[in-house]
């Protein structure tokens, strides 16, 4: 055992040799795993929010009525605002976990505090397409940090049935027609019956792809559903 874990260090250390960490905020060099520096992790503030869903877009409300929340509680950590804005982007798009593992230190923070009950971790899934260029889904990579220091399994429930234009490049009334009927459960639904759920995401701007995923693993038999989300923004904060 003491063997393996000195094994572990090693290769930690020749991987620090071999391929050195900068601070995705500030570039300089690191050796926290954090993907950030102590000096910058400071300035990071955790701005914990507790949200109820009433942000409704008025096409949503003509086309399908006010909106039903389909979450039973949510937290949000991060105004998507600097330099969190900085650590999304080297999470997303330069292929850097180890943010991804800091947001889920951050994320069982807020959980904590919550004092919520869960039987099982979900988490939104990403295109075929954009996993293949990250390499990763950032929010699972959260959902399993999340699980291990819960001890509770996370589950891949949910899957895009169907591909449509980015999110990114949609108003937020189009971003609702686009997502309903994104997403599928794609497995067998027994297990989460009558069970807690907690979805992990990373950046919410209109609410309409957690909202959905809620609905479909609610309309499946989950009892109650959770969200853990990194960062909020108003779509005209939105730079990535
Ligand atoms: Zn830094």
Aim: net charge positive.
């Amino acid at each position: 055992m003491a063997n393996s874990k000195f094994i572990t260090l090693l290769h930690y250390i020749l991987l620090d040799v071999i391929f050195p960490s900068f601070c995705v905020y500030c570039g300089k060099l690191i050796s926290n795993g954090d993907g950030v520096c102590n000096n910058c992790k400071s300035i990071i503030n955790l701005n914990i929010k507790n949200y109820s869903g009433e942000y409704v877009f008025s096409l949503e409300e003509e086309i399908h009525g006010k909106r039903k929340w389909f979450l039973d509680d949510g937290v949000w950590l991060f105004k998507y605002e600097e330099p969190v804005t900085q650590l999304v982007y080297a999470m997303k798009f330069k292929h850097n976990k180890s943010i991804a593992r800091l947001f889920a230190q951050y994320c069982t923070e807020a959980i904590d505090i919550m004092k919520w009950h869960f039987d099982f971790i979900t988490y939104i899934p990403v295109s075929k397409d954009r996993l293949w260029k990250r390499g990763f889904n950032q929010s699972e990579v959260m959902a399993r940090c999340i699980g291990k220091r819960y001890n509770i399994d996370v589950l891949n429930l949910l899957n895009i049935k169907n591909e449509k234009i980015a999110q990114k490049k949609l108003s937020g009334n189009e971003r609702f027609i686009n997502t309903y009927q994104k997403y599928e459960i794609i497995q067998d639904t027994s297990n989460i019956a009558d069970k807690s759920v907690l979805i992990v995401d990373d950046v919410y701007t209109t609410g309409a792809t957690i909202n959905e995923c809620a609905r479909l693993l609610k309309i499946n038999g989950v009892k109650h559903v959770y969200a853990c989300i990194v960062a909020y923004a108003m779509l005209k904060e939105l730079i990535i």
